[in-house]
């Protein structure tokens, strides 16, 4: 690639004044100096608060800027939170399912805008924003609040398929195990 069209003309800067403790940068389209004082050049992961590998640390900021932990008990009542959230979003899915299988039963019309499925898109957005928000939380990369996150999946996942099946659906793979 050419770039001899690219020329900028240096000679009568001071490139002397602009050093690491002012951290100023020259535009060199209009020759005027802006001051990037606060942008910070260290990239890493770690400068900006966040690992990016997994650690059992007990400071966090989960989700929100609000909910901290910074002691053993918060971190404790985080982790019972994420369980929480991972059987909201089980009673989401296992609601879904249960509607689709009894308006299978029903058969329901043939209309493209139902209540039911108004209903059942509501549903849905709930079970995707915590999918994501659990997917976020995962993403501290905190040891604990990970390991909440998987067993609170795991058992919400279990408790529904085994003591609260849905007539009418055939059993998968999964939760062959439970019948």
Not at 35 to 52: F, Q, T
Not at 76 to 88: A, D, G, Q, R, T
Not at 130 to 150: D, G, R
């Amino acid at each position: 690639m050419d770039h001899s069209h690219h020329h900028h003309d240096h000679v009568g800067h001071d490139h002397a004044a602009m050093d690491s403790t002012t951290a100023a940068s020259m535009d060199s389209t209009t020759g005027m100096q802006m001051d990037m004082s606060g942008m910070g050049h260290d990239h890493s992961a770690h400068s900006m608060g966040h690992s990016m590998s997994f650690h059992g640390g007990l400071k966090e900021v989960v989700l929100f800027q609000f909910w901290q932990t910074a002691t053993p008990l918060s971190m404790m009542l985080s982790c019972i939170v994420v369980v929480l959230l991972c059987f909201v979003m089980e009673a989401m899915r296992w609601s879904r399912i249960k509607r689709e299988a009894v308006n299978k039963l029903n058969a329901i019309s043939g209309s493209p805008v139902t209540a039911h499925r108004l209903v059942d898109a509501c549903l849905h957005a709930v079970q995707l924003t915590i999918s994501y928000f659990l997917m976020l939380v995962f993403m501290t990369f905190n040891v604990w609040l990970c390991v909440a996150t998987v067993v609170g999946e795991v058992v919400a996942r279990l408790l529904f398929t085994c003591f609260l099946p849905v007539e009418g659906t055939t059993p998968s793979a999964d939760t062959a195990c439970c019948n």
